[in-house]
């Protein structure tokens, strides 16, 4: 029983040089992008003061998803983490699947933050946004490109010189965000939470509909930046889990705390057309926390406040372009992805795969031309990311419980299948036109990997057995959404509360199918023992060895 407790993966090429700070930096510089400028005006205007308990729901769904990825990373400390611990859990169907998953992810999350701060930069650069259709102009979109080109070459760097300019970066987009909490906290308005119609003025389905809609999941998402770059953490059993609760915490007493700032320091008259009026309020589309801060007197915290919608939409585009290389570099280690992915250069840099991530984000550019298109997209490619990881934990639970787990997750039987339904809700309650969209990106994603994977000779054996219920789950949760109550373009015909507990349920069966199914013990430690076992001479692109 030793083998497992002993046998982990390994990575070729990457330098352990970032510390617990740094860590928890990366994740934390993720959550706090783009969306603490938008998204406590996008979750007034979806659900009044209820967009307060949106934020708490939407946090404590999120933290339980961190917890799991805690125990994993500190499990299997390797670089694209997400895209891995599906692959070591049940084979090479699901790990192509929940691997492409994180990296459409990834890769999508440095054009929305360029877009962010093109839309906050209008305010000062009238031509670089269009506030009537809610798009970048021409001059928008090449500054977005160029934007996009310096997040690359600043990830050129050794990581620990990269960690430097990360971790300035980061402590000015927490400092921000806590400054403006207190000082607008002694500008409260009471009377608007109970402004036209009291706390839950738009229903019950508006706030679920916010959580995804109007960004406060995409809000809260990156904590598990410290995953994805586990390759390159000092001591990452001690200061990866560490770093992700950290975060998420951090992250969490942030945002709910803004929301409720955002909200008292509104000025009454700005409701007086009530909440949704708010989506349509020119002063508050340029920049939301910014124009309040304005109208309350406070010029001089508004200006602050528009430098930072510079810096941290910038910070978040700078980290993600590094997890998506290393997400990519990844899915190489499992030979999903073309062998280039995974070479790295002197400074331990996947470089490949860094110039890949800025050339498909700049696809991604292309058809989703507003932040706010690009949110429930990659919301719902984060969810389905996320629920691979619950799924991998169950698995290891079950199949190799003598691992070595520096973090173990509290009540591991009841909370990874209730994480799996977590996810499923926030699949759910993206509505039915992100998730097919989705769908569509999907498809495009398997027929690219499936070329790759053709030509290479040293491709892992499709694992078909062990992943029978994912097609069941990914075309049974299309369905659920196409015919519930989230859309536009659904069909309205499961009622309401009803079509959270078929979810529910049905991500469930899903959940215990998954456990029935995955690899043997025996099949797991040789996936795991292919990217453990290496030779002095490995070289660039580095291989799992067979």
Not at 64 to 86: C, D
Not at 153 to 174: E, G, P, Q
Not at 308 to 314: E, L, M, R
Request: proline share 5%.
């Amino acid at each position: 029983m030793a083998v497992a407790t002993s046998t982990r993966p390994a990575d070729v090429g990457l330098k352990r040089e970032m510390g617990f700070i740094g860590a928890t930096w990366a994740s934390v510089t993720s959550i706090i992008g783009s969306g603490w400028l938008f998204g406590s005006w996008k979750g007034a205007y979806s659900a009044g003061t209820s967009a307060i308990l949106a934020w708490i729901i939407a946090g404590v769904c999120i933290i339980v998803l961190a917890l799991v990825h805690a125990e994993l990373g500190g499990m299997y400390p390797v670089s694209g983490g997400t895209a891995r611990f599906p692959h070591f859990a049940f084979g090479s169907v699901a790990g192509i699947s929940f691997g492409f998953f994180s990296w459409i992810q990834a890769v999508t999350v440095a054009p929305i933050e360029v877009f962010a701060v093109m839309q906050y930069g209008s305010y000062y650069w009238h031509g670089l946004f269009n506030d009537t259709t809610g798009e970048v102009t021409t001059l928008g979109f090449v500054m977005s490109i160029l934007l996009m080109a310096v997040c690359t070459a600043i990830n050129f760097l050794a990581m620990r010189l990269f960690n430097r300019v990360n971790s300035a970066i980061t402590w000015w987009k927490v400092a921000i965000p806590v400054l403006t909490i207190i000082i607008l906290l002694f500008n409260m308005h009471g009377g608007n939470f109970n402004s036209h119609g009291g706390f839950m003025p738009l229903g019950i389905k508006a706030l679920f509909a916010a959580i995804p809609g109007a960004g406060i999941v995409f809000a809260y998402l990156g904590f598990e930046q410290a995953d994805q770059l586990a390759g390159e953490i000092k001591d990452p059993g001690r200061n990866l889990p560490r770093a992700i609760i950290t975060a998420i915490l951090i992250g969490t007493a942030i945002y709910v705390m803004l929301q409720i700032v955002f909200i008292g320091a509104l000025q009454p008259s700005a409701l007086d057309h009530g909440w949704a009026a708010l989506k349509t309020n020119t002063g508050l589309i340029s920049g939301p926390v910014a124009f309040i801060s304005a109208a309350a007197g406070l010029g001089w915290l508004a200006i602050i406040l528009r430098i930072d919608a510079f810096v941290s939409p910038f910070g978040t585009a700078l980290i993600y372009q590094t997890s998506t290389s290393r997400v990519g570099y990844g899915l190489a280690r499992n030979r999903y992805f073309p062998q280039v992915f995974a070479m790295v250069d002197r400074n331990g840099v996947p470089w490949i795969s860094l110039i890949l991530a800025f050339v498909f984000g700049l696809v991604f550019l292309l058809p989703f031309p507003s932040w706010s298109a690009l949110v429930g997209l990659v919301t719902s490619a984060s969810v389905l990311m996320y629920a691979g990881a619950p799924l991998s934990l169950g698995a290891f639970r079950g199949s190799l419980p003598d691992a070595d787990r520096p973090y173990r997750m509290p009540g591991a039987v009841f909370m990874s299948p209730l994480a799996f339904v977590i996810c499923g809700m926030l699949i759910y309650w993206s509505g039915f036109e992100t998730v097919w969209k989705l769908g569509i990106v999907l498809v495009i994603g398997y027929i690219l990997i499936g070329i790759s994977m053709a030509y290479d000779k040293q491709r892992p054996p499709l694992d078909w057995k062990s992943a029978q219920w994912l097609p069941i789950y990914l075309i049974g949760m299309g369905i659920i959404s196409w015919q519930g109550q989230f859309g536009p373009n659904n069909t309205n015909r499961i009622p309401f509360w009803w079509d959270m507990g078929i979810v529910a349920v049905f991500c469930l069966v899903i959940y215990y199918w998954a456990m029935a199914t995955k690899l043997s013990r025996e099949e797991m430690l040789d996936l795991i023992n292919r990217q453990s076992v290496h030779s002095a001479e490995d070289n660039l692109p580095p291989a799992p060895s067979h």
